[in-house]
């Protein structure tokens, strides 16, 4: 097995499992490299530290695949990983595993690159790394034990970094349907695993889904927006609210939402659609004094590298303070950030700040995070990327 040897010190960040090697670390490697190939990795007094994948990423040029000497990257390796990350979640769900759940989170299941999410009887995976990319078939078959058919939406920009083609399509076992059905929180769903955003849906706020549904019982007039397809909405309504707008700007996706709506027997008086941008909709609806008795701000990514945090930091101020303006006295805001580069200290800032030049009074009532399927390792707290609040506002 090929080694690499990192400079003098750096070695500290895998000492603490951290599992990535920036390229400013490695003091010296073999030519000639393959993306995904394996390597061994090594101090500057030449003691084994780890084997990891090589990637000819500029940034990340090695992500650790284990941390012991002995133990060999092949199928059983996968299959306990696999295995592991389905312990986890047969542990916090009780053995009661949900229709629709997160079976690996990458990085904190120790399998960097890696997600695959379960819906019904389906797993629909995604590869970002060469590393992972590499394993793609054997990951695909290992899957069966797990699913009847796996489906890959490797389709997302940050593979450009690993200088990995986007791809879609079968992986393994049956074929997908179309359309999934699963249940949430006792909410049907439709979900388009081709089609829809990442693997179809947003795993990660299941169980804010869950808090918002027992907040806004008898609200007469609730605001969701980003709203994709409907999941804050048909939760707010199957916890006793009795009207939700949902906004959004892709029609896809609010169509979807519609469709969930009638799954679950909710008419269109109680359930309403807006193809809009969030941001101009909060504008007017500030400049013709319209109101609202609960709002949800689940935006998506506003900051994708810590370069973007300040920018960021705006948009989100922004969509915050008009969140707060457009709100009755003791109206209730849940809002999100997933930006991992936002942490939480400033995340709340922003929020306290927004609620400070609105002149309104934000008493928070619930610390919001990732869905608990979607673990974060303690080597890695670049794992935890959701957060957020609910709240009164007077
Ligand atoms: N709350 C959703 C997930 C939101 S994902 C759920 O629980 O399932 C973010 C959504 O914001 C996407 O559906 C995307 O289409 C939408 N979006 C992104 N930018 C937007 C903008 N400026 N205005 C309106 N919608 C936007």
Redesign the pocket.
């Known amino acids: 097995m090929k080694k690499i040897y990192l400079k003098k010190g750096r070695e500290r960040s895998l000492e603490k499992r951290h599992p990535w090697i920036y390229s400013g670390a490695i003091e010296r490697m073999p030519e000639g490299l393959q993306s995904g190939e394996i390597i061994e990795i090594c101090a500057h007094d030449k003691t084994f530290l780890a084997k990891g994948a090589f990637s000819r990423s500029s940034s990340i040029p090695v992500k650790v695949w284990t941390f012991q000497e002995e133990e060999e990257i092949n199928k059983e390796f996968f299959r306990r990983k696999l295995s592991d990350a389905s312990l986890l979640r047969k542990k916090i769900y009780g053995n009661d595993l949900p229709e629709a759940y997160r079976l690996v989170n990458a990085e904190s299941d120790a399998m960097p690159g890696l997600i695959a999410d379960i819906y019904g009887k389906y797993a629909v995976i995604q590869i970002t790394s060469a590393g992972m990319d590499h394993f793609r078939d054997m990951i695909g078959e290992l899957l069966l034990d797990y699913a009847a058919g796996v489906y890959e939406r490797s389709d997302v920009e940050s593979r450009e970094k690993d200088f990995l083609e986007q791809r879609k399509g079968h992986l393994a076992g049956e074929e997908l349907p179309q359309e999934i059905l699963f249940t949430e929180n006792g909410i049907r769903f439709a979900m388009d695993p081709v089609n829809g955003?990442k693997t179809g849906?947003?795993l990660d706020?299941k169980e804010s889904?869950k808090t918002v549904m027992n907040c806004l019982k008898g609200c007469r007039n609730v605001l969701n927006t980003?709203?994709?397809?409907g999941?804050?909405g048909l939760a707010a309504l199957k916890g006793g609210a009795e009207k939700v707008l949902n906004?959004?700007?892709?029609l896809p996706?609010l169509e979807q939402a519609r469709k969930n709506a009638v799954l679950n027997g909710f008419t269109e008086e109680e359930f309403l659609t807006e193809c809009?941008?969030?941001?101009s909709f909060l504008r007017k609806c500030r400049d013709c004094g319209k109101t609202f008795d609960a709002i949800i701000l689940?935006?998506?990514k506003f900051a994708e590298s810590i370069k973007q945090k300040e920018k960021a930091a705006r948009a989100y101020k922004d969509i915050n303070l008009l969140a707060m303006k457009l709100l009755d006295k003791g109206g209730f805001l849940f809002t999100f950030s997933c930006s991992g580069a936002m942490d939480d200290d400033l995340f709340r800032k922003v929020v306290d700040s927004a609620a400070m030049d609105a002149k309104r009074d934000y008493r928070i009532t619930h610390f919001l995070s990732q869905a608990s399927d979607h673990p974060v390792s303690g080597n890695f707290p670049e794992g935890r990327y959701l957060k957020g609040f609910g709240g009164i506002v007077f």
């Open positions: 955003h849906f947003y706020q889904r980003f709203a994709y397809t999941g804050f906004i959004d700007s892709s996706a809009a941008d969030v941001f689940d935006p998506p």
